[in-house]
Structure formats: structure tokens, C-alpha cells
């Protein structure tokens, strides 16, 4: 069991998917500027990671090395095709605003990564807790971001009034600019800490 | 629809989709080419002219699947995301052991970036933008040729700027990937400006 939490626990911290190994930022900047959109994101990105990563994981002694990629994106794309369908029958509003980052989680490098660093090499039951170890990493992340952008940039907080009518919001904050200030500054804190880190050994 | 209507549409067309919803700036598809290969000018340059040639050919040829297969047999909710991918990556296969035999310079400035294409977001996300909005084949081509030419103007501004860059003097905090990062913000604000061009 413990061998389990510990691979849970590298997808959200040491080997963390965004923050970490600095991948799959496209659909990161682009959801989130409001909480809602980056809740949805991350659920459809679980539901599309987890069974993928099950699935390869139960054939990769099926499949010939050459053409392993291949197969990998028709895995990828069945499940996104899905969580496409699920998102656009139950969430329709939120879907009708991200539905392109939502239709592109099939180029996501994180899934394609993972699919080959871990699932591939690793039995069912590893991959199956890899998978949702990432899912939270990528969207602990994601929510923390949009929490932040959705605070400054409108007072609210998933559509909720959080912030007294009084607070001007910082309308850039929900901009695209501003996500991209957001990850320089992110990536920047992070390479500092990485220095700092390695100096001390 | 006139005649002289369709062409000031597809004018539209070609602005929005290169400048005004810039496809790296304004839409974030892209980024890690984007990030990854502008450190150096000729790399950035190669990478463009392949995404303008792959963008445009698949476009092509999804309309075509799109219009002609999945809409008329229904399956267009099912199968789209599969077939597109499956097909601009055996294209893009194709393309490259062409490319290898017939034209080995062509190959040396432009096929390195091919494999690094097949799971580019920016070709999938114009062929999800056309079926999207509903293009005709004309539209589709006129928006694949803004979207890439869109991403070839910010790659070339970003190489640009990063090799200036190099000889200044950088905060010690934004060392790095992170100023990239600040600059593609700033560039964005300026691309801002843009919005509400067209009505």
C-alpha cells in the first residue's frame, strides 16, 4: 500500500507534471482564468489519463516497440472522444467555453508521456495509481493558478463573491497576458528554489 | 452571398486568425515549440516553414474526410478526434520519408522539425477550429494559412528578442525559460490591442 501512496505522491510534488517537468502548459495557461473551466479541465484530463494509462498498461505485452506510439494515440483519442461527449452532455456551459483545450487533450504531452514513460513498463495496478497521482499534480496546479486569476481578476471565486463589492478587479488578471505572467513567474520561483536546492548539496 | 461579400470574409478570416486571436499569444496552442525552439533564429525559421506546409496540406485533407466520410455517415461525433489524428500522423510520416529521398536539402531545413509536428497542437487545433465554425474548403485554407503565418510572426518576434537578450542583463530570478515567458506576456498585452478590430 505504501509503495502505491508514494507513487500518488510523486505525480503531485517531486515529479509533478507542470510545475516539474514543465509540460502540457498550453491547456494550463489557456483554462485558467476561471476556477470553473479549470475544475472541468481536470476532470476531463482524470478521465482521459487514468483509463488510458490502465488500458496501455494491460496490452504493453501485446504491443510491437515500433509502432507502440501509434497505438498509443488511438488509445489516447477513444477516451478523449468520450470525455468530450461526458463534458459536453453534463457540463454544457462551461465546455462551450474551453471545448478546443478540452477536444486537444489528445496532443497533450503529459498523457503521451506518461503513457510511455510509466504505463508502458509498469503493471495495471502501478499505472492505475500513476494515473491518478498526475491528475491531481496537474490539477492542483491548475486550480491554484486560476484561483489566483479568478480572485484579482473578478472578485469571485467559481462564479461565488468572494472579495467585497468595494474591490477593483484587475481585469488583466483574466486576459491572456496574464497567464503567461503567471508560469514566467512560476517557472522563475521554481528555478530559484532548484538553485538554491543544488548549492546546498 | 455575393461574390465581392465572400471575399471581405474571407479577409476577416485571415486577420482574426493571424493577428487578432493569434494562435500562441492570444490562444496558448503551441507553447512548447514555441518556448523550446526559439533560442536560436534558424531553428524558429525551419519550424515555421514546416507548421505553414503541414497546417495547410492537413487542413486539406481533414476537410476533406470531414465533409466527405464522417458528416454524410453520421459518425462525425465518434470518429473525428481518432481520424484526424490518425491521418495528419501518417501524413506527416509520409511527407518525411518523402521528403528524405527526393530533396535532401529540403529535408535538412525543414524535415528535422516533421516528427516534432505529429503531436503539435497547432494542426489538430485548426482542423477542430474549421469543423468548429463550419468552413467551407476555401475558408479552411484562408485559416490555416493565418493561423500559421500568426505563428510564424510570434515565433520570429520571441527569437528575435531572446537573442538580444542574451547580452543584457537578466534578473537573476527570471533566468532562463521564465523570461521567455515574461516577454510572451508583454506580447500579448501589445497583441491585445488588436481586439475588437473586426465587428
Known amino acids: 500500500m505504501k509503495k502505491y501512496l508514494k507513487i500518488i505522491w510523486d505525480g503531485i510534488s517531486p515529479a509533478n507534471p507542470v510545475l516539474i517537468i514543465a509540460i502540457g502548459l498550453c491547456s494550463v495557461i489557456a483554462v485558467s482564468n476561471s476556477v470553473k473551466s479549470a475544475l472541468l479541465m481536470t476532470f476531463s484530463f482524470g478521465l482521459v489519463l487514468i483509463p488510458s494509462e490502465i488500458i496501455i498498461s494491460t496490452i504493453r505485452k501485446l504491443i510491437p516497440d515500433e509502432i507502440r ?20 452532455a453534463y457540463f454544457t456551459t462551461i465546455y462551450d467555453v474551453i471545448k478546443l483545450y478540452i477536444l486537444l487533450i489528445v ?7 506518461r503513457a510511455e514513460a510509466f504505463a508502458y513498463v509498469h503493471p495495471v495496478v502501478e499505472s492505475l495509481f500513476d494515473g491518478i497521482g498526475m491528475t491531481i499534480g496537474y490539477g492542483w496546479v491548475l486550480t491554484a ?11 469571485t471565486l467559481a462564479g461565488i463573491q468572494v472579495l467585497p463589492q468595494s474591490f477593483q478587479p484587475a481585469l488583466i488578471m483574466i486576459l491572456p497576458p ?4 503567471m508560469i514566467g513567474i512560476l517557472v522563475g520561483a521554481l528555478e530559484t528554489y532548484l538553485r538554491k536546492k543544488g548549492d546546498k548539496k | 452571398m455575393s461574390f465581392s461579400h465572400y471575399l471581405v470574409d474571407l479577409a476577416k478570416i485571415f486577420v482574426s486568425s493571424s493577428i487578432i486571436n493569434n494562435i500562441i499569444l492570444i490562444q496558448f496552442l503551441g507553447l512548447c515549440s514555441y518556448i523550446g525552439l526559439t533560442d536560436n533564429m534558424s531553428s524558429s525559421i525551419g519550424m515555421s516553414f514546416a507548421v505553414i506546409f503541414v497546417t495547410v496540406s492537413s487542413s486539406i485533407l481533414t476537410w476533406v474526410i470531414d465533409h466527405w466520410i464522417l458528416i454524410p455517415s453520421h459518425l462525425q461525433p465518434v470518429l473525428q478526434i481518432t481520424s484526424f489524428i490518425l491521418v495528419i500522423g501518417s501524413f506527416v510520416g509520409l511527407v518525411q520519408i518523402y521528403l528524405k529521398k527526393a530533396s535532401p536539402n529540403l529535408y535538412k ?14 494542426i489538430l487545433g485548426v482542423t477542430f477550429i474549421n469543423s468548429m465554425n463550419n468552413y467551407d474548403f476555401i475558408q479552411s485554407i484562408v485559416e490555416a494559412i493565418g493561423i500559421s503565418l500568426g505563428y510564424t510572426l ?17 534578473p537573476q530570478f527570471f533566468k532562463g525559460k521564465a523570461i521567455a515567458f515574461m516577454v510572451s506576456g508583454i506580447l500579448a498585452l501589445a497583441f491585445l490591442g488588436f481586439q475588437g478590430m473586426i465587428k
Open chain 2, 154 to 170: 510570434a515565433m520570429i518576434m520571441l527569437a528575435g528578442i531572446r537573442e538580444r537578450l542574451r547580452n543584457s542583463d537578466v
Open chain 1, 69 to 88: 506510439v501509434p497505438m498509443f494515440v488511438v488509445v489516447i483519442a477513444a477516451f478523449t472522444t468520450m470525455s468530450v461527449l461526458l463534458s459536453r
Open chain 1, 107 to 113: 496532443v497533450n504531452c503529459i498523457i503521451i508521456g
Open chain 1, 178 to 181: 496574464a497567464g503567461f505572467l
Open chain 1, 145 to 155: 493558478i486560476a484561483v489566483v486569476r479568478e480572485l484579482l481578476g473578478k472578485g
Open chain 2, 109 to 122: 531545413a525543414m524535415g528535422i522539425y516533421l516528427p516534432l509536428i505529429a503531436t503539435n497542437c497547432i
